[in-house]
């Protein structure tokens, strides 16, 4: 059968003198309707050229996942024996089969494409809407979301050949829509929204005001300066969000006189990326995620990788600028130990083979070693941000199985805040490190929201960590700043600095943290039992935090000192 695709493909162009083949075809996605809010408002210029990317189906996914587990599970021999970049392609590269089958496609279509990841399973083709209409038997057209405005270019089904749906796995931009409200989930600095509990001064702490001397004293953070060069924590910056020198310095003056005020980031820019220093160019977030990381992860290094738009400013897309960060880091000799991301989506926007295909790049990295941490979100259940909602909407990549979601705290002692988004993936399956946890979660909720999420999903978020009130400088000025924005560094840095000890011991660092987290950490975070996150457009309880594992603060919030002692160190 292959190789009489494979010859097909050769010999089809040259009998019908250039005019494609016509093969047999299938669906190979397709959704009912767009995303609720968007109307399909008129057909799409044919000229419109689209970059697509393409992912060809991976040699042996299962393999990946059990080399994963492999190394990840404490219990395992194989524990921190986190592969190379040529261990995870050997899993992720796509057989000879698969690539000669689907270039034999473009290429009989006059199309080239050219290969953007270093397993070669993802490829890039540039075409014009008329072209991807007839390749794809789509009908590409433009939507727009009434309430933003947005507009974006994309198909509700599109198919590929019958003899190709072995081989291809996806063609995007077709079914996943942009998010119209973004997917920058930090929030301003509001009280009006948290209830009258907050308790003025504990510690060093005044909890209008959260600073890092304050985070340290919550989570026992050492500041004692870290020592491996090569221990990279990556922060990862989108949508134009800038990080300013002149703020991180002002910020390291006032909060951290014992850091070097002239300490910075390195940066990496993929996708024309870049990181202007003009006077109002700073971002809130691309701030507080260089502030909090640098100002709580003494002398780890930084890099902060700030990824541009793609061609149309009017289709930024939260998947593909996902995709080139990821690809990117898995390609990578050495790629940063510790990666923390505080944008998010709604799962509704993206499809599920998309969903897949990019959490299995998170497999790929949390296999390399990678700690990858995503903020959980900032709309409860109600998905990235508040909005209407008649389902449960879980926030995407936090239903990733091969990651870890960050949800948030406020208040001393610390309680769930409203606004952290947790609850169950419709796309992914509960992995078995949580079952025992989530289970236990399950039986407290009884009917409480049945039909309103998915029992059996991977739940999130996994772990917590403060998210309200972080003081933050930007354009030379002071301001505080609310969301699991705040949470994820917070969290990040935690790890980071627990990875530099475990060098410095001649020990592997964590890499991915969950089967981790879930078997011998739990014991070492702070269990949170109080609050809950607001439901769907009302103030009605959401899910409520408990003792044990919870869908607003997982696990709960860390505890350096005892993580550090669990580990031995
Ligand atoms: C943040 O605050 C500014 C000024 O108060 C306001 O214009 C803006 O809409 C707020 N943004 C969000 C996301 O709440
Ligand atoms: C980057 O910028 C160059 C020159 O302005 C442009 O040709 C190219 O398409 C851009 N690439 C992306 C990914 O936006
Ligand atoms: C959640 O907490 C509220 C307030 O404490 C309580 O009334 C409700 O019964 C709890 N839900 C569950 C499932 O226990």
């Known amino acids: 059968m292959l190789s009489l695709s494979l010859l097909l493909g050769l010999l089809l162009p040259a009998l019908s003198s250039g005019n494609p083949a016509r093969r047999s075809m299938q669906v190979q996605e397709s959704r009912p309707s767009p995303p609720s809010g968007y109307t399909l408002t008129g057909p799409a210029n044919p000229d419109t050229v689209l970059t697509f990317r393409l992912a060809l189906t991976q040699s042996d996914y299962d393999g990946l996942i059990d080399a994963l587990y492999d190394v990840s599970m404490p219990s395992s021999a194989n524990y921190g024996e986190w592969l190379s970049k040529e261990g995870v392609q050997t899993y992720m590269a796509p057989t000879i089969e698969s690539i000669s089958a689907v270039n034999a496609w473009l290429s009989e279509n006059g199309l080239q494409s050219k290969v953007i990841s270093a397993a070669g399973d993802w490829l890039s083709v540039p075409m014009p809407v008329s072209t991807a209409n007839d390749l794809l038997g789509a009908d590409f057209s433009i939507f727009t979301h009434s309430a933003s405005g947005k507009q974006a270019v994309r198909t509700l089904a599109y198919s590929i050949p019958t003899d190709l749906t072995d081989h291809l796995a996806l063609v995007h931009p077709t079914v996943s829509f942009p998010n119209p409200y973004g997917y920058m989930p930090i929030t301003n600095f509001s009280s009006s929204g948290l209830t009258g509990t907050r308790d003025g001064h504990t510690g060093p702490c005044d909890v209008n005001s959260i600073t890092p001397a304050c985070l340290q004293w919550l989570y026992s953070i050492p500041t004692t300066p870290a020592t491996s060069k090569d221990n990279v924590l990556a922060v990862t910056g989108y949508v134009e969000q800038w990080p300013s020198e002149a703020d991180l ?37 691309s701030n507080l995620d260089t502030q909090y990381t640098i100002g709580l992860a003494t002398d780890v290094p930084v890099t902060f990788i700030s990824v541009g738009a793609n061609d149309d400013p009017t289709d930024d897309e939260f998947a593909q600028t996902l995709l080139d960060t990821a690809l990117y880091v898995l390609a990578l000799p050495f790629p940063p130990q510790v990666m923390t991301t505080s944008y998010g989506d709604d799962e509704e926007y993206i499809s599920q083979t998309l969903a897949i295909s990019l959490c299995a790049i998170y497999a790929g990295l949390s296999a390399r070693g990678v700690s990858v941490l995503f903020a959980s979100g900032d709309g409860g259940v109600s998905g990235l941000h508040f909005q209407e909602c008649t389902t449960f909407l879980p926030t995407f990549p936090s239903g990733c199985p091969y990651l870890t979601s960050v949800g948030g705290t406020v208040n001393i002692p610390e309680e769930a805040v409203y606004f952290s988004s947790g609850g169950f993936s419709t796309f992914f399956d509960r992995p078995f490190y949580q079952e025992a946890a989530v289970s236990e979660y399950l039986a407290y909720l009884g009917d409480t929201n049945a039909g309103l999420y998915n029992p059996s999903g991977r739940a999130f978020p996994d772990v917590a960590a403060y998210s309200v009130a972080f003081d933050i400088i930007i354009d030379g000025f002071e301001t505080g700043v609310d969301g699991t924005s705040c949470s994820s560094p917070t969290f990040a840095s935690v790890i980071s600095l627990l990875n530099d000890e475990l060098i410095a011991a001649g020990r592997p660092v ?60």
């Not at 070097?260 to 996708?271: G, H, K, P, Q, V």
């Not at 975070?525 to 996150?533: A, E, F, Q, Y």
């Open 249 to 285: 310095s002002a910020f390291l003056a006032e909060y951290r006189p014992d850091i070097d005020s002239a300490t910075s980031w390195t940066l990496i820019t993929l996708d024309n990326g870049s990181d202007p220093q003009g006077q109002y160019d700073a971002g809130l977030e």
């Open 510 to 569: 964590l890499g991915f943290l969950n089967p981790w987290l879930y078997s011998s950490a739990a014991s070492a975070l702070s269990d949170i039992t109080v609050g809950n996150n607001y439901a769907c457009s009302d103030f009605t309880t959401g899910f409520n935090a408990t003792t044990g594992w919870d869908a607003v603060t997982g696990l709960g919030t860390p505890n350096y000192a005892k993580l550090k002692a669990i580990l031995g160190l």
